[in-house]
């Protein structure tokens, strides 16, 4: 059994390659191979978002603070909130981050494939980002 108490892991900023603005995470778990769970606490200041990216496996978000954003391709900017929970599918192309106007912070639980739990691409267009968030129908 590892226990990692509260605060004993210092976080990590989100590299400048694959988030556009202020971003921490706050590692949870990376499970040794053969374990696929991964998963970290993340807070994006306001403005600050992921790149465009998959999950070979999936990607489940909690959201816990703040006001955020997520988009799948092909469909509309989504406002997220406390308490909201979200699913990717696997190698559905998305993005997600705070509102242009508060942060937000999520728990991000994937699955590693042969040690992978993301493809990252390019940055999310500012254009993109800003377009008026629509409350999910569900
Ligand atoms: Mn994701």
Known sequence: MDIHRKGSRAPVPGQEQWFTGTVRMEPVIG???PGRPGSA???FQPG??????THPLGQL???T???GRAQSEGGPVIELLPGDVVWFPAEERHWHGAAPDASMTHIAVHAALDGRTVDWEGPVAE???L????????
């Open 131 to 138: 377009a008026e968030p629509e409350r999910s129908a569900s």
């Open 41 to 43: 606490i993340v807070t």
């Open 65 to 67: 603070e703040g006001r």
């Open 127 to 129: 254009k993109d980002y």
């Open 31 to 33: 499970a040794e191979p």
């Open 61 to 63: 978000l909690m959201i």
């Open 48 to 53: 600050a978002r992921t790149n465009w990216h």
